[in-house]
């Protein structure tokens, strides 16, 4: 394995571990963003683009997008006031 295989390695086990220790909504939607970005470029690296794509594209963009939806929705971010 080089260098850049041990660093993918190591931030997914970091982010694997983070996830559920976050006591804020917020970072651990961030968390998981990282942690998609991070299995796009693996699936990347393994030479399969269309999970790299799909992984990226759902993973970290849609399903992010709509953590961060909700979480504006039930007033969980700060200065998402409507009135």
């Known amino acids: 394995m080089n260098l850049l295989e ?3 390695l190591f931030g997914l086990i970091v ?12 970072v651990t939607v961030i968390v998981y963003m990282a942690y998609s970005l991070l299995m796009a470029l693996v699936w990347s690296i393994l030479q399969s683009p269309d999970l790299a794509i799909t992984e990226a594209a759902v993973g970290a963009g849609i399903t992010s997008i709509l953590f961060f939806l909700t979480l504006k ?3 969980a971010l700060k200065g998402t006031d409507d009135g």
């Open 6 to 8: 041990w660093i993918l």
């Open 15 to 26: 982010c694997a571990a983070a996830a559920p220790l976050c006591k804020r909504l917020l």
């Open 73 to 75: 929705k039930i007033h």
